[in-house]
């Protein structure tokens, strides 16, 4: 599969908008990317006062936390709310359907594997630039966001040699 270059700093448009403090550190990353969809999107009668405590199923003993569990049950929550969700075997068509869903203004989030001995980490993808992926890392107590960058190839090489870090939700959007 071809990986674009040609693309021109697709982005998510007022991606800021819905940054927020990660409230669990340790196992909410999916509740609050996925609250950072919905906030970005300007979705409407969405609860996020306690969205993370909410949907950190894993926490409060109800499932494991995944993006089949947590995803499946906003779902059905909130019939406005359409976030889909899909596990790659291969990097790079991981990477060209990130860098098409940022082409069309959709908000995702990434699951990226960080380090050969496992590990991951869910983060909202924000901008592609100059080869570069920008990704919401997180938001400090004291309001200041931390950016991670990762090269596509990066993204490629850690997705196809690393374990964990396959997934990326999204949040389909009534485009009319």
Not at 83 to 105: D, P, S, Y
Not at 113 to 132: C, N, Q, R, T, Y
Not at 141 to 157: M, T, V
């Amino acid at each position: 599969m071809d990986i674009r270059e040609d693309l021109i700093m697709p982005s998510i448009k007022d991606w800021r908008h819905g940054a927020v403090v990660q409230r669990d550190y340790e196992l909410g990353c999916i509740p609050t990317g996925i609250e950072w969809m919905i906030r970005v999107s300007g979705i409407e009668g969405v609860s996020l006062e306690n969205f993370q405590e909410k949907y950190n199923l894993q926490r409060s003993g109800l499932a494991p936390n995944s993006f089949d569990t947590i995803c499946n049950v906003v779902n059905q929550d909130y019939p406005q709310v359409h976030i889909q969700f899909r596990t790659f075997i291969h990097g790079e068509e991981k990477v060209a359907f990130i860098l098409n869903l940022l082409e069309n203004g959709i908000p995702s989030i990434l699951s990226l594997a960080l380090s050969p001995k496992g590990g991951w980490h869910i983060m909202p993808v924000i901008e592609f630039k100059d080869g570069i992926f920008y990704l919401l890392n997180k938001v400090t107590q004291a309001g200041f966001i931390e950016i991670c960058e990762i090269g596509k190839y990066e993204l490629i090489r850690r997705h196809d040699e690393w374990p964990g870090g396959n997934d990326v939700a999204w949040l389909e959007l009534d485009l009319k």
